[in-house]
């Protein structure tokens, strides 16, 4: 399924199918073929099982845009604490998180995938004491994957775009790119995700299709997650932002709250729809 001269996909965790010919079943169901693959619960599996499911997504033909990574100990009570808790800023647990998403890249390798997307964590500001710290953590990462040729993709989120945009230009690597969410920007209060592509366009290599609505406390209380279509992302606006600025890869629906996720995937490809028709 192509939108507006984007391959439409589906965050394979949005649905919480349970195994690949699940996830092939629902994606078939939907008129989908490509998806964004979660590499954690691969990577727990023997290697037997890990290939047999491999196997079903491409018996199936389904293409995958992108692996991503998370991190157990993550904790998203609130944003203050996964300020604290996520991707490679806890000290204590900085070498166990790099040699995951070290295996996640060998994984994706493997499996021919060139992106790898995953929440670095907060990046304080540019003059901030543990700023050169998350710089070489990112970097190192990012060396690391290189030597497979996989690319790194940053989710935004908790900065504002043209913080990221620093950090982008102050990490000595060239793989490290961005997943663009546009709820995210609203969820954590980090700014307009409109004006947001416009000023990391270039950097672009991977969408999520989210929305959200603004907290009545921006920045210290969470935003709330809402269906595509019904927050305060607008999809018109996005897609003719993306086009701007020269976006033409795919865009992955991602779900992350509701007890009908299969249905919000359902309505996102409807508004997605309805956005892209009426110009």
């Known amino acids: 399924m192509r939108i507006a001269g984007h391959d439409i996909a589906v965050c394979d965790w949005s649905l919480r199918a349970g195994d690949a010919a699940a996830t092939v079943q629902l994606l078939g169901s939907m008129g989908l073929s490509w998806m964004q693959l979660g590499l ?55 070498e166990q998180r790099q040699q995951l998403t070290i295996r996640a890249g060998r994984l994706a390798r493997e499996i021919r995938v060139g992106m790898l997307s995953t929440h670095v964590g907060f990046i304080p500001p540019s003059n901030h004491q543990k700023y050169p710290a998350i710089v070489s953590r990112v970097a190192e990462v990012a060396r690391r994957l290189g030597e497979m040729d996989v690319m790194l993709l940053m989710e935004t989120g908790q900065e504002k775009a043209e913080e990221l945009l620093q950090f982008l230009n102050d990490v000595p690597a060239s793989n490290v790119k961005i997943n663009f969410d546009p709820a995210n920007m609203i969820l954590y209060g980090a700014g307009d995700p409109i004006e947001a592509v416009r000023i990391l366009g270039r950097h672009i290599r991977h969408v999520h299709v989210k929305d959200a609505k603004l907290s009545d406390q921006p920045g210290v209380k969470w935003g709330e997650e809402v269906p595509f279509g019904t927050g305060q992302v607008n999809a018109k606006a996005l897609l003719r932002v993306l086009a701007e600025v020269g976006y033409d890869g795919p865009l992955a629906i991602e779900r992350e709250a509701g007890d009908d996720r299969a249905g919000d995937v ?14």
């Not at 293409?63 to 604290?84: H, K, L, N, P, V």
């Not at 359902?266 to 110009?279: D, K, S, T, Y």
């Open 40 to 94: 954690g619960r691969l990577l727990e599996m023997d290697e037997a099982s890990r290939q047999e499911e491999i196997a079903v997504l491409g018996r199936a033909g389904i293409g995958i845009t992108a692996g991503m990574i998370g991190f157990a100990g993550e904790d998203y009570s609130t944003i203050a604490m996964i300020r604290q808790t996520g991707g490679f800023v806890p000290d204590e647990l900085w």
């Open 266 to 279: 359902q309505q996102a490809i409807a508004a997605l729809r309805a956005a892209a028709e009426g110009g």
